[in-house]
């Protein structure tokens, strides 16, 4: 992997923590908040396959989880495998759309917020009333239809390998 690749892929996980922490942390709707971290691990898995959605999901999970927004490691836990998940069902698409991408960023919304709630309740922590659940089911879950595909863009940006001037001349 080339060190602007890691760059650009740094740069983009950073901003999603940022907005996670600074906008959407501050911005709640129906008592519960966009979580951006979730639709970069979606839109990362979409856009450059399991290893990508699995990586930005540990990476800005865990960054989440140390500055002590919840348990460690749970996040992190979480969105790994929903960003794997997301990339490996993008693999036998053979044929894409928008539509497809826009729709597997919305099933997987909600699975990754149930599956959040039952690794916290495995774990004796509880992050939110239960009766909050349907609201933070329909916040996620309708903002992440909304973000994921600028989102998918920004990420095929951040994982696109780069070419240099120098690989071209030396191919002449």
Do not use: H, N
């Amino acid at each position: 992997m080339t060190p602007v690749r890691v760059a650009k892929i740094s740069l983009v996980g950073f901003l999603a923590v940022a907005m996670q922490i600074s906008v959407a942390g501050q911005l709640p709707i129906a008592g519960a908040r966009v979580d951006v971290i979730l639709v970069a691990t979606l839109a990362a898995g979409l856009a450059a396959g399991p290893e990508a959605g699995a990586g930005m999901g540990f990476g800005c999970g865990l960054l989440i989880d140390l500055l002590g927004i919840g348990p460690v490691g749970l996040t992190s836990f979480v969105y790994t495998l929903v960003g794997y998940g997301v990339g490996v069902s993008q693999i036998g698409v053979l044929r894409t759309s928008r539509l497809i991408p826009l729709l597997t960023a919305t099933v997987a919304a909600p699975i990754a917020v149930v599956g959040y709630v039952a690794a916290a309740a495995m774990i004796g922590r509880q992050p939110f009333m239960m009766s909050d659940v349907p609201s933070v089911l329909a916040v996620v879950t309708i903002s992440t239809a909304v973000l994921c595909l600028p989102a998918r863009r920004l990420m095929a940006w951040a994982f696109a390998e780069t070419t240099s001037s120098i690989g071209s001349v030396a191919r002449w």
